[in-house]
């Protein structure tokens, strides 16, 4: 491992004790007793409340408070659910976190796929109809809020012209001896909804940033050169031209996946999707800071690890950002 | 470099999404305006037993579950929205641009602890920062909602208004105005800011697109603007049961954020590439 290596890692392992912390003095900040508010909502008597105060810890100094919270999170114990009690926060999170896994792979792929293809058609053909359209539409996607576009699609696909399933990830009523061929096409067809959502509503940072690199690079002289020794056009645009491009599409990564992460909470709750963006609009719900606090700690680390993979990614592309 | 604002504006003018942008805001905000006085009454009084109506002359959007004019809850919903994303991005880009000017200018580890914690913070979803604040309100008051969307949006510029202060501090005017003994004050407000303004002004638009979205999206989840104040996330969340059997519930309020995060990215938009021309 190299040194540049370990130096990146140590303050990826630092921005997220730092934003631990920070989560941690936000809960503390915030006006107001966390458990409070549950005498509201439901039938919880007083006792019930300082033991629930006690268990959490609440009725302690603050530093205690910090001391018991840190350590928590240093064992990867994160506490009990209050909604889901008397599960653990880890073991919930691990539940729901393969579906939203495959949400966000599938809504990856695509964007990174065709958005990248798109924005590189606008840069080749910049300027012209297609181009000034494109980027029209993928800011008209852009500004649609997706538990909207979520719900009219559930209204129009599922419930009015019954093409697709309206919620879950699969079929209540497939038998249990169903074939592993059958089962994939049902998670699939559950899983075009969802995905169509967030992709329509993010596509264009995709489609954006792929278009201005590319712009960038047609103005290097190397492009020229290339162009100038009379290779293909072809072969200038995808052999010379978009590899540079790799380099700065590499950090949308880390940009792009809090924009995921906050979409899946409106987008799973819509679609009643069993990940980690309906655990969360659960916990929203029945006030359950520990498990909202869970979630948002497993978001940040995973903005943490995806900048950290695009940083490594970007060495490998790109030597001179790795200094020795 | 640009020339002065006025000469950035009249680019983005001449930009032809820029314009249309304009006009659609010009538009929202002279019906948020004029509201009152054609429309009827957004709170009027709940007619439960008459329910829902599709759109007819008498209500051009219809009424929703309690028989309320949708046009004139989306219209008031369009001046809660814009005020309150208006003031908040004030707050964040105050914030910002404070936080960056401390960060640019004064360098070395004051830098180094600011853009750490920045670092962080931009680690967290803001929505669930948000979400963690909003949680202890039985009824989250304006104010309140506003500072929070604030407070939680200030990061990036932030880290803008750092890069072009470090861009900005080695330029022979500002070495020059530094050389010849000038304050740090004046050195900060005559030279770096007016300076680094173009850049903080197309993200601070964007930035009320994002808000908007935000806000629209914390109602929805019931967090945001409390009922009877009419809001767009919320009316889309009330409509959710009437998806089927009543659509104008929900499409309107939706298409009403649609088109106005849209004006406010288009605007975006042109100013970003009057500013500079070549990325358009």
Same mark, same amino acid.
């Given at each position: ?19 631990? @912390?920070?989560? +941690?003095? *936000? ?90 293809? *798109? ?10 109809? +297609? ?82 690199? @590319?712009?960038?690079? +047609? ?37 792009? &996946? ?33 498990? @909202?606090?869970?979630?948002?700690? &497993? ?8 900048? @950290? ?6 060495? *490998? ?8 | ?124 979803? $803001? ?11 039985? $009824? ?11 407070? =939680? ?29 000038? $304050?740090?004050? $004046? ?17 601070? =638009? ?54 106005? %995060?849209?004006? %406010? ?16």
């Amino acid at each position: 491992m190299s040194p540049w290596l370990v130096r990146r890692a140590l303050q990826a392992a630092a921005t997220f004790a730092v934003a631990i @912390l920070l989560l +941690f003095v *936000l809960m503390r900040v915030a006006p107001g007793d966390p458990l409070a508010r549950l005498n509201g909502d439901r039938a919880v008597s007083e006792q019930e409340i300082a033991r629930l105060r006690a268990r959490y810890g609440l009725d302690q100094p603050i530093l205690a408070q910090l001391r018991t919270f840190l350590s928590g999170v240093a064992r990867g114990d994160l506490g009990v659910s209050i909604e889901h009690y008397p599960e653990r926060v880890t073991a919930l999170l691990a539940s729901r976190l393969p579906a939203t896994l495959l949400l966000g792979g599938a809504v990856l792929l695509l964007n990174f796929t065709l958005g990248v293809w *798109l924005g590189v058609r606008q840069a080749v053909r910049r300027g012209s109809r +297609f181009d000034r359209w494109m980027t029209r539409l993928a800011l008209a996607g852009y500004a649609t809020p997706s538990f909207w576009l979520g719900l009219v699609l559930v209204a129009f696909v599922s419930l009015r012209w019954h093409l697709l399933p309206a919620a879950q990830m699969t079929d209540p009523l497939l038998p249990a001896d169903a074939s592993v061929p059958t089962r994939a096409v049902d998670v699939l067809r559950h899983l075009i909804l969802p995905v169509l959502t967030l992709s329509l509503t993010s596509i264009a940072i995709t489609m954006r940033h792929q278009r201005a690199a @590319l712009l960038a690079t +047609f103005r290097l002289d190397y492009v020229t050169a290339a162009r100038a020794r009379g290779l293909s056009e072809r072969h200038v645009l995808w052999g010379h031209a978009w590899r540079t491009t790799l380099v700065p599409m590499l950090t949308l990564l880390g940009l792009w &996946l809090p924009i995921l992460v906050s979409g899946s909470v409106f987008v799973e709750s819509v679609f009643n999707w069993p990940g980690l963006g309906s655990l969360a609009a659960e916990a929203i719900g029945a006030r359950d800071y520990p498990l @909202l606090l869970g979630t948002a700690m &497993l978001g940040a680390g995973a903005v943490v690890v995806a900048g @950290l993979l695009a940083d490594i990614g970007y060495a *490998l592309v790109d030597p001179r950002v790795r200094p020795s | 470099m640009i020339g002065s604002f006025t000469d950035l504006f009249e680019r983005a003018w001449r930009h032809p999404s820029g314009r249309w942008g304009v006009f659609a805001l010009a538009a929202l905000a002279l019906a948020a305006i004029l509201a009152p006085a054609v429309l009827p009454d957004p709170g009027a009084m709940p007619d439960v037993v008459a329910g829902t109506t599709s759109p007819s002359i008498a209500h051009p959007f219809g009424t929703d579950q309690l028989n309320r004019d949708i046009l004139s809850r989306v219209v008031s919903g369009a001046r809660v929205s814009l005020s309150v994303a208006g003031l908040a991005v004030l707050v964040s880009l105050t914030l910002g641009t404070c936080v960056g000017l401390l960060a640019g200018y004064c360098g070395g580890w004051v830098d180094a602890v600011l853009m750490r914690i920045v670092d962080a913070a931009l680690a967290i979803p $803001r929505l669930f920062v948000m979400l963690l604040l909003l949680l202890v309100w039985e $009824r989250i008051p304006l104010p309140a909602l506003i500072l929070i969307l604030g407070t =939680t949006g200030w990061f990036a510029t932030s880290r803008l208004v750092r890069g072009e202060v470090l861009r900005l501090r080695h330029e022979p005017f500002v070495m020059a105005a530094e050389g010849l003994g000038g $304050r740090a004050g $004046r050195t900060i407000f005559r030279h770096l800011l007016p300076n680094a303004a173009g850049p903080v002004l197309v993200a601070a =638009t964007l930035g009320v697109g994002d808000v908007i979205l935000l806000e629209a999206g914390l109602s929805f989840l019931g967090l945001g603007i409390q009922p009877p104040t009419p809001s767009w996330g919320g009316m889309v969340f009330d409509a959710r049961p009437l998806i089927v059997t009543a659509p104008w519930t929900a499409l309107f309020p939706g298409a009403a954020i649609v088109v106005t %995060v849209l004006a %406010v990215n288009l605007v975006g938009d042109a100013l970003q590439a009057a500013l500079d021309p070549r990325s358009a």
